[in-house]
């Protein structure tokens, strides 16, 4: 076998629901040579995503989200997180056309351009999910008030904020997910390449 090689020896489903997780028995190559111990592995399966962040370019302000993430149930601030539009990525869609889609649904802004910022996997380890990050052009003016859909139990803030004090909001805490952060953090990096485009 060759260096990355991967030797399955089995895969089982634990768990079958909105979202899989599956079991596997498998060896690898190693970096010295060989392979490694049969060992076994969990992988949580749930799809593919999009996350993008609504900039206006012209007032220089973010559109960001306000909601309830069970993932963050035992933080000691709450479980409501501050974040940027995301979503799934359904059979047959492309992933500009879920951030358009999402961005209308949870923020009820209309994305007017798209920049493609990077495609990462969140969490490897465990995951196999990767995430399409964008960047997109949005009139911020007309953003506030409570959106989502009904039958996703969605209940969705819409904040917008000049964008260094969204910035801020890395070095407070007050952001602490990974798709705002990296996001900002780009947007900081290329504002002007980003506007030029934009012909702002």
């Known amino acids: 076998m060759k260096l990355g090689d991967v030797d399955i020896v089995s895969k089982t489903i634990c768990f079958q629901g909105f979202f899989r997780v599956e079991k596997y028995r498998l ?6 040579g060989g392979m ?17 962040l609504p900039y206006d370019p012209q007032l220089d302000k973010v ?18 997180m501050t974040e940027i539009v995301a979503g799934m990525i359904g059979e047959g869609e492309t992933a500009e ?11 009820g802004c209309r994305v007017t351009a798209l920049q493609h910022i990077c495609s ?14 964008f ?13 989502g859909l009904d039958h996703e139990n969605e209940d969705i803030r819409v904040i917008t904020a000049d964008f260094d004090e969204a910035f801020s909001w890395i070095e407070s805490g007050r952001l602490n997910s990974a798709a705002v952060i990296m996001a900002l953090q ?9 506007k030029q485009n934009w012909n702002d």
């Open 97 to 107: 056309e879920v951030a358009q889609r999402e961005s209308l649904e949870e923020s």
């Open 27 to 32: 060896r690898h190559t190693l970096f010295a």
């Open 186 to 194: 780009w947007l900081a990096m290329n504002k002007s390449m980003l």
């Open 36 to 52: 490694s111990e049969e060992m076994s592995r969990e992988l949580f399966e749930r799809g593919h995503a999009v996350a993008m």
């Open 63 to 80: 559109v960001l989200i306000e909601q309830f993430r069970i993932g963050a149930i035992n933080d000691v601030n709450g479980p409501w």
């Open 135 to 147: 960047c997109g052009r949005v009139d911020a003016s007309q953003a506030g008030g409570i959106h």
């Open 120 to 133: 990462y996997y969140p969490s490897p380890g465990a995951c196999s999910e990767t995430i399409e990050l």
